[in-house]
């Protein structure tokens, strides 16, 4: 996900105004009533980096942790990120320059990183080598691209011994070099050790779609562009993918959740998302029936938005036509309902404590179903009759 980092800046957030010929003009405003909330740490913010997956993945795991009974981390994004880094260079490099090397990534590469290097405290390691008190990867991509875009177009078209050395050397130089050893809460690690005493186990979770380019049921591609790992997805129908999404949340589990947030239902700085309906044809009959039996002055709020019926077929249009997009990465904590009983989904975001709540913001049921990329969890949250059928052990 190459989460848009100005994205909040060009969002323009729609405040509705209740009119009164006598009184003064109030505000209106949607009231969000928790019913689900799973155990989270604290927001992070990923400041002017595109390393959302980062943040949202450590973020998750963070409360996997919690949820296991293994106490609160805080755990090193940009560990992660240096070493995504690192290994993507190799990829790029081997396939001449033609994937995408850039901040970007998916929920996979978390896994990847840890199942490969480890984890580390984020007091250990803060990746900031280069005199900025906030994360700030623009120089740091264009740097590290440009040097391998030299490398590939060396004239000799032979590869030196030294290109991937020097590599390491810059990645060092922006991000500092990590302590093979630490101390942390009073024991001796390295980070494999950590990750083990931990258990963070990445083959313990796997991700999920809805997509019917792909057979259903199956492990099948994810074909996004910052997908350079290649990690599959368990593909199912929209239903069952959404009645998973709420059984996990129900019984303890949080989700590592990819969507679409370059909409204009997303409003981050009032705190919600939502699926506007253009016309009256693409709402179904249970969101009219809501509607019908709202008051006169509920309606004339404004605040109560007819909603489009996501279907397959319109999910499925919406990712190929390019209008749902691969955008962000983001923790799904929980369930809500607003003042008119409407479903919404508890997101933990990683722009700081931003917005009216502080870095959440609630996802109507229809801006989920249609704009979700992916969402990983703990195959232990997957039923068993579900599991067997998608061959998960």
């Known amino acids: 996900m190459r989460n848009r980092v100005l994205l909040t800046s060009l969002l323009v957030c729609s405040i509705i105004f209740s009119a009164s010929a006598k009184k003064k003009t109030k505000k209106q405003s949607y009231i969000f009533k928790d019913v689900i909330t799973n155990p989270v740490t604290s927001v992070k913010n990923q400041q002017a980096s595109g390393t959302c997956w980062c943040f949202s993945g450590l973020s998750f795991l963070e409360s996997e942790l919690l949820r296991m009974g293994k106490g609160e981390h805080d755990l090193s994004e940009m560990f992660l990120v240096k070493k995504s880094y690192i290994v993507k260079a190799k990829d790029y490099i081997r396939y001449h ?74 990645a060092d130089a922006y991000f500092g070099k990590e302590a093979k050893t630490f101390n942390y809460k009073g024991k001796e690690y390295t980070a494999i050790s950590l990750r083990d005493e931990l258990g963070l186990n990445p083959s313990d979770y796997v991700e999920i779609g809805s997509f019917s380019h792909h057979p259903f049921y199956t492990l099948c591609d994810f074909e996004v562009e910052d997908n350079w790992i290649h990690s599959k997805i368990y593909n199912l129908p929209i239903d069952e993918f959404m009645k998973l999404m709420d059984s996990s949340l129900k019984d303890g589990y949080t989700l590592l959740w990819g969507s679409d947030v370059s909409e204009k239902g997303f409003h981050s700085r009032e705190g919600y998302a939502v699926l506007p309906a ?116």
Request: proline share 1%.
């Open 278 to 393: 253009k016309s009256s044809s693409e709402t179904d009959n249970l969101e009219m029936a809501k509607w019908e039996k709202l008051s006169k002055k509920q309606k004339a709020s404004g605040l109560y938005i007819k909603e489009q019926k996501v279907t397959q077929e319109s999910r499925q249009k919406g990712f190929d036509n390019y209008t749902t997009t691969d955008d962000h990465g983001m923790h799904m904590v929980g369930i809500a309902k607003d003042q008119f009983g409407k479903k919404y989904y508890k997101i933990k975001n990683s722009w700081g404590e931003y917005g009216k709540y502080k870095g959440y913001f609630y996802a109507s049921e229809a801006f989920v179903k249609a704009k979700s990329m992916t969402y990983m969890v703990h195959k232990n949250a997957i039923p068993t009759a579900l599991k067997a059928k998608l061959g998960i052990k």
């Open 97 to 170: 320059t033609n994937m995408t090397f850039s901040q970007g990534g998916e929920s996979g590469d978390v896994m990847e990183m840890i199942a490969k290097y480890g984890v580390m405290p984020e007091k250990e390691f803060h990746g900031q080598n280069y005199g900025e008190k906030m994360h700030r990867h623009g120089e740091v991509e264009s740097v590290l691209k440009g040097m391998l875009d030299a490398v590939a177009k060396n004239k000799n078209r032979r590869l030196s011994t030294a290109w991937f050395r020097a590599f390491n050397n810059v």
